[in-house]
């Protein structure tokens, strides 16, 4: 993308903006932000702590612990699996206090550790959610991923993940279904994790047997069962599908049913 150009209050000359740093007025206003869990904030800090303090304490002790080698040595083992565990729940306390999600008007902006990825609706292709049965709402977003290709993982335990993740789906459900039978339409395959979907029907893996086709799916718990023709039943994690809701709207285009005892 090339930059724009705006012109100075003060004269006619013009420079360059960069497209990253005019992608913010492109969202609109901040709506919501979304952190990790102050649960998870204060319990990360809190071992790291007492582990922290626990190795010092080891250290200390292996250090002025005399002539006793055997004292020693298990001294220092114990300093260093402290101090391990203590810099793995230091480094994740600070990487979820710079982490969070930003809702705008026009898209989202998940900041991480790594850096600031920007998601305008329009773009947004893929989501990665954790369903419960009947499908109303994902629980909460585990990855987005946008028309360029993208896939973002989002910080772990958001607070109000829900409401996060129905803010997402309200702004993209409906174009990402119309996009799919579009593409569907065109004749393209589709892939939603393991299931492959093109004209012919839904199938499981890259296998062309009839005995791979779906003859019926269902949401179960946290699950996306499936039933193959040839009567296997497949357990899926939603999470590990993506756009659940989006397959499951499809499926009738195929004679695909639902589960005997399936929600409704």
Not at 15 to 44: E, N, Q, W
Not at 157 to 178: F, G, K, S, Y
Request: hydrophobic content about 40%; aromatic content about 8%.
């Amino acid at each position: 993308m090339p930059p724009r150009l705006e012109a100075r209050s003060s004269d006619t000359s013009t420079h360059a903006i960069s497209p990253y740093r005019a992608a913010p007025l492109r969202l609109g206003p901040p709506l919501a932000t979304y952190r990790p869990s102050k649960l998870r904030r204060a319990s990360s800090l809190f071992v790291g702590v007492t582990t922290g303090l626990a190795a010092l304490a080891c250290l200390l002790g292996a250090l002025s612990g005399g002539s006793d080698w055997g004292a020693t040595v298990a001294r220092l083992l114990y300093t260093g699996m402290f101090g391990t565990v203590a810099a793995v729940s230091l480094r994740g306390f600070l990487r979820d206090m710079r982490a969070h999600v930003t809702v705008h008007d026009e898209g989202l902006v998940v900041t991480k550790y790594t850096g600031k990825h920007t998601f305008f609706w329009e773009d947004v292709t893929g989501i990665w959610a954790r369903f419960y049965e009947p499908v109303r709402s994902p629980e909460f977003i585990v990855r987005l991923g946008s028309r360029d290709g993208l896939v973002i993982r989002l910080p772990a335990e958001i607070e109000n993940a829900r409401d996060l993740a129905t803010r997402v789906q309200n702004e993209t459900a409906v174009r990402v279904l119309a996009d799919t039978q579009a593409a569907l339409d065109a004749g393209e395959r589709l892939w939603f994790g393991p299931l492959r979907v093109d004209a012919s029907g839904i199938h499981y893996g890259n296998r062309n047997s009839r005995e791979y086709d779906v003859d019926a799916m269902q949401l179960s718990f946290r699950w996306l069962e499936v039933r193959l023709t040839s009567g296997k039943r497949i357990l899926l994690p939603t999470e590990d599908v993506q756009n659940v809701g989006t397959l499951l709207a499809v499926a009738a285009r195929f004679g695909v049913g639902r589960l005997a005892g399936g929600p409704a």
